[in-house]
């Protein structure tokens, strides 16, 4: 696959295999030993999400901000276990997101959807992709969902045309999408004008994925400028 081509001129997406899984190991086992929860016995990541699926939003996410506050290159390590892809889009020169997202979605339909929305809302430049990579197999429905370019680019012109953000035609595509099935050691890559989100989901388990935003230090930037992003030399 092409993965430059089907990124800005295919479906806007690709899901493809992680290349240093070494790493990618070191991030999920770091994830592993510093996330914060109840159960005393030994951890791996299926027990974690168990536990994470019991637990309140505010638990989830006093977790999360000490997981993050323990793993300070958490961009770097996304980065670095797809380096080879991210070089031939970007070259080695690159703007990283200073502090990539860990995302934690618990089970049930009290859960809060994703709207459906495109990174370029939220002043993310269009030279920018975004590697998204769960934590654990994704074999239900409760990875993230992902709108091909060509239909993407043709609601964003139809909202132009009537002033809208995220209107109605566009929160219409959260309950008819199915997310993508996923193993671990894959990740999806998708550019800032594809039309995402998520929806609730039933399971044991919660969701764990990280996600980071780069470009290529040649390009411009939009609204998100050096105190979002950082540069970075790939080695």
Known sequence: MDIYKELNEGLGYAIFPIENMELFNKLRDSFIENIKISSNSKKNIDSVRKEIAKMSKGEIN????????VNKNLSEMM???CSTLIEKLCGKELFIQRRAYTTINAPGDDQAKQVAHYEMISGISPFAYILWAPLHDLDDDGGAYHIDLKTSLDLMKKEEANGLVSGPEVLNFMGAKKPSRM?????IIFN???IHGNIPFSSDCARIACNVRFQSFRKPLLQKNTEFLKY???P
């Open 192 to 194: 800032p004008f594809v």
């Open 232 to 234: 970075y030399k790939l």
């Open 79 to 81: 980065i670095n276990s």
């Open 62 to 69: 006093k977790s999360t901000i000490n997981f993050l506050t």
């Open 183 to 187: 193993k671990f050691g894959e990740a």
